[in-house]
């Protein structure tokens, strides 16, 4: 049931989430956003924040920040995370991947990290990047995809426990599969491996793509 406090799926995931990718960001993986963010700038729309792991690493290009969350949870640690780091414009809105509020092209830069692993619709999600990306402009990506061999028979095992305590994380996505019928090009990708993720979650995509 969703409250304004959010579905009991969403209050669990904001109660896990931040410690065990906690583990992750300091084995490397933040390292792993500053790199790959470092690439951004202008308007940017930061989707899916979750408690925010992505914010410190947008460079000071960026000259505007949107974060869209609908965990209000998730939200509320965003707002506490980001109080003393507010150097640039930004702000922090509720909204949804399939219906973002925002002008077409409106944004330079439009980025997502493990977001589209928990959308029941991810090829709508990626229409609605492009509709408000301008020509040009990049999206960035950070997902963990489906593997292959054995890792990708225990994704396949897992997904549906997964689902249900990771507030609809499916672990055996094609992520990159999607883009094939989509408006973007994918320009470059890396193959990485989450550095101290759980087993399901281990193979990673880091890349951009244009439109
Ligand atoms: C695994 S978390 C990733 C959080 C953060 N981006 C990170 O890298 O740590 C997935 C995020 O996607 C968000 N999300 C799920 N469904 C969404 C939707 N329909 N629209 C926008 N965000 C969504 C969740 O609330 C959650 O914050």
């Given at each position: 049931m969703s409250t304004g406090r959010g579905t009991r799926g969403q209050r669990f995931f904001a109660r896990w989430y931040p410690s065990v990718m906690g583990r992750a960001e300091e084995a490397g993986q933040a390292a792993i956003r500053a790199r790959h963010l470092a690439h951004a700038s202008g308007r940017t729309l930061d989707l899916?924040?979750?408690?925010?792991?992505?914010?410190?690493?947008?460079?000071?290009?960026?000259?505007e920040l949107v974060m869209v969350e609908p965990n209000p949870a998730l939200r509320e640690q965003l707002q506490r995370r980001t109080q003393d780091i507010r150097a640039r414009a930004w702000q922090i809105l509720d909204g949804d991947a399939y219906d973002l509020p925002f002008a077409d092209a409106s944004f330079d830069t439009v980025s997502a990290s493990l977001v589209f692993c928990s959308l029941e619709r991810p090829e709508a999600a990626l229409a609605e990047l492009a509709r408000v990306l301008r020509p040009g402009g990049s999206f960035l990506f950070h997902e963990h995809v489906r593997g292959t061999g054995l890792r990708r028979v225990l994704q396949e095992v897992a997904t549906p426990l997964q689902v249900r305590v990771a507030d609809?994380?499916?672990?055996?996505?094609d992520f990159l599969g999607?883009?094939?019928?989509?408006?973007?090009?994918?320009?470059e990708v890396e193959h990485l491996r989450m550095p101290g993720g759980a087993a399901t979650v281990v193979p990673m995509v880091v890349g951009t793509a244009v439109r």
């Open positions: 899916g924040t979750g408690n925010g792991y992505s914010v410190p690493h947008y460079p000071p290009a960026v000259t609809g994380c499916h672990p055996n996505r999607m883009f094939r019928d989509s408006p973007f090009r994918v320009a």
